[in-house]
C-alpha cells in the first residue's frame, strides 16, 4: 500500500456541526477499514489533515471528492502521495 497525505482548506471557517459530525463517520469508517491512519483539524481552524494508506491517487481522490467536506462546498482538498522514510504508519 502506498501512503497519501490529504490537506484540507476551510475557505469560510470551520465546517458546520452536522458536516463535521458526518465527515466524523466518514473518518471512523475509514479508520476501522485500516484506510486512515490519523486525521485532524489544524488548530488555526482552516483546515485539517490526514493520512491514508490505499492503492492509488485516484482512490484517494474519490474518497475525498464524495466526502460530507467537499460535497457541502464547505471545504477543498489536494492529495499528495507521501514517500515515508523515518517512521512507520503501520497500525
Given at each position: 500500500m502506498k501512503?497519501?497525505?490529504v490537506t484540507l482548506e476551510f475557505p469560510g471557517g470551520p465546517p458546520d456541526q452536522?458536516?463535521?459530525?458526518?465527515?466524523g463517520v466518514l473518518l471512523d469508517e475509514l479508520y476501522d477499514a485500516g484506510t486512515l491512519v490519523?486525521?485532524?483539524?489544524?488548530v488555526d481552524g482552516r483546515g485539517g489533515m490526514a493520512v491514508l494508506r490505499c492503492d492509488s491517487l485516484e482512490q484517494v481522490r474519490?474518497?475525498?471528492q464524495d466526502s460530507p467536506l467537499i460535497r457541502s462546498g464547505q471545504a477543498t482538498f489536494r492529495v499528495r502521495e507521501w514517500n515515508v522514510v523515518r517512521g512507520s504508519v503501520q497500525q
Amino acid at each position: 500500500m502506498k501512503q497519501f497525505v490529504v490537506t484540507l482548506e476551510f475557505p469560510g471557517g470551520p465546517p458546520d456541526q452536522k458536516v463535521g459530525a458526518a465527515q466524523g463517520v466518514l473518518l471512523d469508517e475509514l479508520y476501522d477499514a485500516g484506510t486512515l491512519v490519523l486525521a485532524g483539524p489544524f488548530v488555526d481552524g482552516r483546515g485539517g489533515m490526514a493520512v491514508l494508506r490505499c492503492d492509488s491517487l485516484e482512490q484517494v481522490r474519490d474518497i475525498y471528492q464524495d466526502s460530507p467536506l467537499i460535497r457541502s462546498g464547505q471545504a477543498t482538498f489536494r492529495v499528495r502521495e507521501w514517500n515515508v522514510v523515518r517512521g512507520s504508519v503501520q497500525q
